[in-house]
C-alpha cells in the first residue's frame, strides 16, 4: 500500500508539472475493472478512466460502500461522492460526541483522496465536469491553440470565472473547490507550491478535513513566497461559502444550525451571521476561535471578504488612490481597509458605509482585528498584558492603563486609534455594551455619528434610571475626553480653527503623549476669544463635565490629589461633591490645589450652568423669575441675587444665593463684570494685593481706597459689588465688617430682626448717611462712611426705596381692581404684574398725570439751566481725589 501511495505522489507530481502526456490512473486499475478512452473536451488530451470515472466498488472503501452507499450505481463519482459525504460527517461526529460515529478507514479516506486528485489533472477525467462545462470551457477556456496546453488549465480557467458560468458546470466547479479545500494535494498548483512547505512545517499532520491548509495559515510568516500566494489564492476562492472554509464548517456546525439555520450558503452570508452572534449565549468559544480567524484574515486582506470587494470597489478607487484590478494588489494589504475607515462619513454608497463602519466597530472590539495597531504593540502586548483574553476591547483597555510604559510606535498607534473611536458609540464597545438598556430608553432616535449618542449618554447620566455600570463606563469615557482635546471628538471638530488661533502653540504632543489638560485649559481662559459658536458650546459643556467630576480637570486633579486623599477620600465624585468637599477646607489645601480650585470658581462665577448645585436648589427660582435670562456674564446669577428679596423666593434658593454672595467677597476674581470692569485698575493700583492671592477681601478693599482714581466702568460695578455685600449683609462678612458696629447700634438695636430680610441692612445705613449728610454731623463711622459711599452710585436708598414703592403701587393697583373690577395691571404665568393698562377714565386720568408730570420736568430743568435755587433743603458730598 505505501508502495502504491508513493507511486501515485509522483505521479501527481508529473502531472502538475504539465507532463500531461501521462495519463494513466492515479492508482493502479483493479484486476476486473473496466478501463475507457474520454474527450468530452476536444483541446484537452483524451483521458483513460477506470470504473467509468469512480472508486474500485472493491477496494479500500467496500466496507464503507457495503454499509453506506449499497444503492449507489457506481460511475461518474456516485461512490466517491457517496463515501465523500461520510467523510465529511464522520469529521462533524469528531466534535459531536452526542451522534451515532460514522468510520471512515484511513484506507478508504486515501483511496478518495487519490481518486479526486487524479481527476483534476485533466478535465476529461472528469466526466461529470466535462459535460458539465463543455459549452464553458469552449466560450471561456479555449487558449490551448496560443499557449499550448498544460495539467490542470483548463478546470483553473473555469475556477477563475465561476459568476460566469451555467448552473450545472458552476455546481461541478464548485465539487472541485470541496475537493481542494478539504485536501490541497486536490488543487494542483497549491500541492506544487506549497508541498515543500507542509513537509517541513507541518510534518505528521493528517490529510484532509482542510488540516494542513490551516497549519499553513498557523505558520503564514515562514511559508515561502509562492506557497503563500497560493494559499492566497485559494483562500480568496473558496471567500464566498462557508462549506468551502472547512475547518470553519465543521468547527462550527452547531452554531449555524442554531443561529443562522434559515440563511443559504454563498456570499459569504453564513460566515456573516456566525460572525454576528459569536458574542450570543450558547455559542461555543472552538468556534468563536475560527470565527475570529476569519475575521482577523479579512482585516489583513479586504478581498476575503467579497461583499466589501465587491461593494466598495468604487469607492476604493475613488478615495484611496488605487487604479487598478482590486485583485492584483499585494496580498494582505491592509491600507485600503485603513483607508476605508479614515474617510468612512465621506463614501458615497451606504452599503459600503456600513460595511466598514462594521470594521471599525470589530477594530475597536479586539486588538487582533485592528492590523496596524496589533502590530505596533506586539512586543508591548507581550510584556504587558499576555494574560488578557482578547475581546471586548480587554487587551486595548490593558495596552490604555499602561500607556507611560509602551513603546514610541505603540503609544503613538494607539493614539491615533482612541482618536479615531472617539467618534462613534459604535467604536466604544465596553460603553456600547454597558449601556445597551440606556441607549434604547433615553437615545433610541438619536443617531450614533458625530459622538451624538455618546453625548445623549452624558446628558442623561444623572438619571434614576440609568444603572451605575452604565454611568461608569461614560465616566470613563468623560475623563478619556479630558485628558486630551483630540479625544473629545465633538470639541476637537467645532474647534479646530479657534485652536489653530489662540492655542496652538500650548501643545506639540507627539509619538502618541497626550497634551494633558493644557490645550483645555487654554480654551477655557480664552472663550471670549472664541469665534465660532459651536466650539463656545463644547467648551461650555467640557466646563460642565469639570465642575460636575474633579477628575475632568486633568491639571486639577493632578494638583489636588493629596488634598483629595487627605480631606475628601470618601466623597464620590461627580455632582460637583468633590470641589465642594475640597471648598469646605479652602484654608488647609495646599497651594497648588486653592490656586487650581479658585480657576475653577472663576469659571463657574461666569455661568450659572457651571453650578451644578445652584442649579439643583434653584430650579423654580430661576423658571418664575429669570426664564427670559440667557447664561452667561453671570446674568442668571445676578437677575436671581436681585429676586430673592421677593415673598416667593425658596429659602433654599436664597441660602445658597446668600453664600455666594459672600464667597464674592473674598476675591474679586469670582465677580465677572467686576473683574472685567475694573482689571486695569488692579493691575495699575492693587497689584500687590492681587498677588497675595488672599481671601480677605485685599483688592476689593484697595479698589475701594481708590475709588475716584478707577474709570466709571470700575466704579460702577465696584459700587454694584459693595451694594450687593450690604444686600445680604452678614456679622463678621469680609467686605462690610467695617460697618458691623454702626449696623448694630445704629439698626439692630431698634429692629433685632433686620438682617433676616435681603436689603433691610443697607437701607438702613444708606438712611444714616443721608440724615448725617442733611444734619451735618456723621452718624456712621468713617470707615464705614467710606464703604456706604462707594455703595452710593447706585444709591442704595434710592434702589430700595424704588423696590418697595413698586412693591406698594403693585399693591395698591391690585386693590383698586378688585374694589372696581377695571384691569389694570397684565400678569404672566405665575401672576407677576408685567404691565399697566388704562382705560376709559382711568386712561384719562393717567394722561393727565403726564402732562403734569411733564410740566414738571419742565420746569425743573428751567430752573437748573438758569441756575435757580431749589427751594427743597439738600446736602452736597463732594467726594475727594485720591484715598479717603
Not at 95 to 103: G, I, M, Q, R, Y
Amino acid at each position: 500500500m505505501q508502495r502504491r501511495v508513493l507511486l501515485l505522489a509522483a505521479l501527481v507530481g508529473a502531472l502538475v508539472c504539465g507532463a500531461h502526456a501521462q495519463e494513466a490512473g492515479a492508482a493502479t486499475p483493479a484486476k476486473n475493472a473496466s478501463t475507457k478512452t474520454v474527450q468530452e473536451i476536444d483541446f484537452a488530451p483524451a483521458a483513460e478512466v477506470v470504473n467509468n470515472d469512480d472508486i474500485d466498488p472493491t477496494g479500500n472503501c467496500l466496507p464503507e460502500i457495503t454499509k453506506h452507499c449499497n444503492d449507489t450505481q457506481a460511475g461518474e463519482g456516485a461512490l466517491a461522492d457517496c463515501v465523500s459525504d461520510l467523510i465529511a460527517e464522520a469529521e462533524v461526529q469528531d466534535l459531536e460526541s452526542d451522534s451515532d460515529p460514522v468510520d471512515v478507514t484511513d484506507a478508504c479516506r486515501e483511496e478518495v483522496y487519490q481518486y479526486k486528485i487524479s481527476r483534476n489533472a485533466n478535465i476529461n477525467r472528469n466526466i461529470p465536469l466535462a459535460k458539465a462545462c463543455k459549452v464553458d470551457a469552449d466560450k471561456h477556456c479555449n487558449i490551448t491553440w496560443f499557449f499550448g496546453y498544460k495539467s490542470g488549465q483548463i478546470i483553473s480557467c473555469l475556477r477563475e470565472i465561476k459568476e460566469l458560468l451555467a448552473p450545472a458546470c458552476a455546481k461541478q466547479i464548485f465539487k472541485l473547490q470541496m475537493d481542494a479545500a478539504t485536501d490541497f494535494r486536490a488543487d494542483p498548483q497549491l500541492y506544487e507550491s506549497c508541498k515543500d512547505d507542509a513537509a517541513t512545517l507541518c510534518q505528521g499532520v493528517k490529510y484532509g478535513g482542510g488540516r494542513v491548509q490551516a497549519c499553513l495559515r498557523d505558520k503564514r510568516m515562514q511559508l515561502s513566497w509562492s506557497c503563500e500566494e497560493q494559499l492566497f489564492r485559494q483562500e480568496l476562492e473558496d471567500a464566498d461559502d462557508i462549506r468551502l472554509s472547512v475547518r470553519l464548517y465543521t468547527r462550527c456546525i452547531r452554531e449555524k444550525r442554531k443561529f443562522c439555520s434559515e440563511v443559504e450558503p454563498g456570499s459569504a452570508k453564513v460566515k456573516d451571521c456566525l460572525e454576528s452572534h459569536r458574542n450570543d449565549e450558547g455559542f461555543s468559544s472552538d468556534c468563536r476561535e475560527q470565527v475570529n480567524t476569519m475575521i482577523e484574515q479579512r482585516v489583513r486582506d479586504f478581498r476575503l471578504d467579497s461583499r466589501l470587494r465587491t461593494t466598495c470597489e468604487s469607492d476604493i478607487y475613488n478615495m484611496c488612490a488605487f487604479f487598478g484590478d482590486v485583485d492584483t494588489l499585494d496580498t494582505e494589504d491592509t491600507s485600503v481597509i485603513r483607508c476605508l475607515q479614515d474617510y468612512m462619513n465621506e463614501i458615497s454608497s451606504p452599503a459600503c458605509r456600513s460595511l466598514v463602519r462594521k470594521y471599525k466597530e470589530l477594530a475597536s472590539e479586539d486588538i487582533r482585528f485592528d492590523v496596524p495597531l496589533a502590530e505596533a504593540c506586539y512586543e508591548d502586548r507581550q510584556r504587558l498584558c499576555a494574560g488578557v483574553q482578547p475581546g471586548s476591547a480587554r487587551v486595548i483597555r490593558c495596552l490604555t492603563n499602561g500607556r507611560d510604559k509602551l513603546s514610541t510606535l505603540c503609544r503613538a498607534t494607539l493614539f491615533d486609534e482612541e482618536v479615531r473611536f472617539s467618534e462613534n458609540i459604535d467604536f466604544q464597545y465596553p460603553m456600547k455594551m454597558a449601556c445597551a438598556k440606556e441607549l434604547k430608553m433615553f437615545c433610541k432616535d438619536v443617531p450614533h455619528g458625530e459622538a451624538r449618542a455618546i453625548r445623549c449618554l452624558q446628558d442623561k447620566k444623572e438619571d434614576a434610571d440609568f444603572s451605575k455600570e452604565c454611568r461608569k463606563h461614560v465616566e470613563e469615557y468623560e475623563a478619556e475626553a479630558s485628558s486630551d482635546y483630540r479625544l473629545n471628538y465633538r470639541l476637537s471638530k467645532s474647534c479646530r480653527d479657534d485652536i489653530s488661533a489662540l492655542c496652538s502653540s500650548v501643545c506639540s504632543a507627539e509619538d502618541g503623549q497626550t497634551c494633558g489638560g493644557t490645550v483645555l485649559r487654554c480654551l477655557t481662559e480664552r472663550k471670549d476669544e472664541i469665534k465660532n459658536d459651536a466650539c463656545q458650546q463644547e467648551v461650555l459643556y467640557f466646563e460642565k463635565m469639570e465642575v460636575s467630576n474633579f477628575n475632568n480637570d486633568v491639571i486639577l486633579a493632578a494638583a489636588c490629589r493629596t488634598d483629595v486623599q487627605q480631606f475628601c477620600a470618601d466623597i464620590l465624585p461627580g455632582e460637583g461633591r468633590m470641589h465642594e468637599c475640597l471648598r469646605s477646607h479652602r484654608a488647609q489645601l495646599s497651594d497648588s490645589c486653592r490656586r487650581e480650585e479658585l480657576l475653577l470658581e472663576e469659571q463657574e462665577a461666569e455661568n450659572v450652568e457651571l453650578r451644578p448645585g445652584l442649579l439643583r436648589v434653584c430650579r423654580s427660582e430661576r423658571r418664575a423669575f429669570c426664564s427670559m435670562v440667557s447664561p452667561g456674564q453671570a446674568r442668571v446669577f445676578r437677575c436671581l441675587a436681585e429676586k430673592m428679596g421677593d415673598p416667593d423666593f425658596g429659602d433654599a434658593c436664597r441660602k445658597e444665593i446668600t453664600t455666594k454672595l459672600l464667597r464674592r467677597q473674598a476675591n474679586w476674581k469670582l465677580d465677572p463684570s467686576l473683574r472685567k470692569a475694573c482689571k486695569p485698575a488692579v493691575t495699575e493700583l492693587c497689584a500687590t494685593e492681587d498677588a497675595a492671592n488672599s481671601e480677605e477681601g485685599l483688592v476689593y478693599k484697595c479698589l475701594a481706597h481708590h475709588y475716584m482714581d478707577v474709570d466709571e466702568g470700575c466704579q460702577k460695578e465696584l459700587g454694584r459689588a459693595v451694594h450687593m455685600a450690604f444686600y445680604v449683609w452678614q456679622p463678621d462678612a469680609i467686605l462690610t465688617s467695617e460697618c458691623d458696629a454702626d449696623v448694630k447700634t445704629l439698626c439692630l438695636a431698634s429692629r433685632p430682626n433686620m438682617a433676616s430680610t435681603p436689603g433691610a441692612v443697607g437701607q438702613c445705613l444708606a438712611s444714616k448717611l443721608e440724615e448725617g449728610s442733611k444734619s451735618g454731623t456723621s452718624l456712621l463711622s468713617d470707615k464705614c462712611i467710606a464703604l456706604v459711599d462707594v455703595a452710593e452710585p447706585p444709591n442704595m436708598k434710592q434702589a430700595f426705596e424704588a423696590s418697595l414703592t413698586v412693591a406698594l403701587l403693585q399693591s395698591q393697583l391690585s386693590a383698586v381692581e378688585s374694589r372696581t373690577g377695571l384691569t389694570m395691571l397684565k400678569r404672566d404665568n405665575q401672576g407677576n404684574a408685567q404691565d399697566l393698562t388704562l382705560t376709559g377714565w382711568t386712561a384719562l386720568l393717567g394722561i393727565a398725570s403726564m402732562v403734569l408730570l411733564v410740566a414738571f420736568g419742565v420746569n425743573v430743568a428751567y430752573k437748573r439751566y438758569r441756575g435757580l435755587p431749589d427751594q427743597s433743603g439738600y446736602t452736597l458730598v463732594v467726594k475727594g481725589k485720591g484715598g479717603r
